[in-house]
């Protein structure tokens, strides 16, 4: 008898560590499923973000492209301009007049080509960068409609399981929508069609702080990534000898002071700021292609330094050619003054008007180029490390993106599952010759779902095993921790998180629930 109740309990024992074994398989797989599925969302949108960097850095290569052909176009008017009052000399001079013909046709013929190849060039390029930003937004439209579905359907969503016995989605609505929104809000807005439209607004010029600041963003890299040559001329600060350099000066000093001569020269993207302008139209907000040459004279005396601009000519490519005070997009605004030009006048008389005229004539054909600069997907960047609370709160982590994942297999599945032994996991015993009889079952019952609040408090899981997994896409440059989260640098990755720091936990508001983390967390 004793032998026999002895057994009686060793087989409940065996029975019940051989369910609980096969409860702790279950969840396990489960919570590896939600790791996965959440980690692969993750990884999709750093994804993006990183093909977003990309297509940023093609576009300021772009704009470094267009002021490269910008500042080669103005030194080369610049030369003309100058070089062209002596070619018209020495055609009235017998023996070279043949060659200072020559020479006048090829330069012209260069600069016919140079504006031409320029007033093609610039358009293009800049409506390659829209096409870029088409691209851009059509990813993001993919991956924010594709994190606004449950993840049921996914691969990772059931795991070690079969996709015939999927796991089933928690709260398969809420949480999509709380992840698509974290995803958006990393652009400034709660939704990836209202990002699309903030964006839109850098075309035409908005006075918005959003729009301004990442216009602002995209000027300031575009012109970090010029050539020396072309940003300010080739020896600065220590400028060339040869008078054909874009940046050369001769000095001749005497104990006090100095004398000198030479060019400078600049080439920048920028703009006018909204509305600066007295003429007010929307061309004042638009960016512009800004590169200018200048022969200066410099002086100095017993520390007292003086400029005196010669000869200067400016190059601006812009949408359209109402910049007020002048009409074209290429323009000489040397205008010496009166003592200047009699002083110069009288050691050349006619000099002046001479080099004004020619400066005119050497004109770029056409006089205007159709530059604009694109839209492109912008990074709102955050200085919070905590979330904020409810749908519409700031993003936290710095507003790098998170993704939040919660699955479960029902109860149903867990003690009813297909191909089990013993339908429902209930046991029973039966002795022979009066040794009696027992059953036992591990069935999931009513009381056994968690609860929040306790006892018959508020039932928010599924009625069976629950696991949640938050996975988040962070920005590190290696080596450096410090650099800020940003669009231009392809150093987006995924990883896990605790739960309990993810923004979508926030937004969820439910921090401040009694045990939900603990819930959440095991």
Sequence with gaps: MLAAIFGLVLMMCVLGTVNLGRAVYDKVQLQAAADEAAYSQAAVEARVMNYTAYTNRAMIVHYASIMAATSYLSWVHFMYGGFKPVLDVLKAVPFVQAVAAVVDQVLSGLVTFLDSAVAVLVPLLSAANLLLWAVQEGAWASVY???????TGWPEAHGGDTPA?????????????????????????????????????LLLGSNDTDVQMARMHMI??????????????????????SPLARHWRWKLSFGIGDLGIGDVARTELGSFPPGSDTVGTIANALPQIWSGQKFQGTASLVGLHGKLDLLTFVAMDQMFTTVSPQKNAYFSVWKPGTVVKA???GILPGFVDALQQATNAALPTPDARAFFMSPYVSFA?????TPGIGPAGDLGNFAQPDVLVGLAKEGVDYTREAGADVYGRKFTWTGKNAAGSGSVDFNYTSADWPTIFGGNGLQIFHKGLNA???AQVYYHRPGEWREQPNLFNPLWGARLIPIAESNVYAKLGLANVPLLKQYLSH
């Design 381 to 385: 960047p955050t200085a919070r490390s």
């Design 220 to 241: 300031e890299i575009a012109n970090s990534a010029r050539q020396p040559w072309v940003a300010y001329g080739d020896g600065s600060p220590n400028p060339a000898a």
């Design 343 to 345: 002083v110069v006048d």
């Design 165 to 201: 016995h999927a796991y089933q989605p928690f709260w398969p609505n809420l949480i999509p929508a709380m992840n698509a929104t974290v995803f958006a809000q990393t652009r400034g807005q709660l939704t990836v069609p209202q990002d699309q439209a903030q964006s839109a607004k």
């Design 145 to 151: 409609g594709k994190l606004l579905l449950a993840p």
């Design 468 to 470: 949640f997994a938050a």
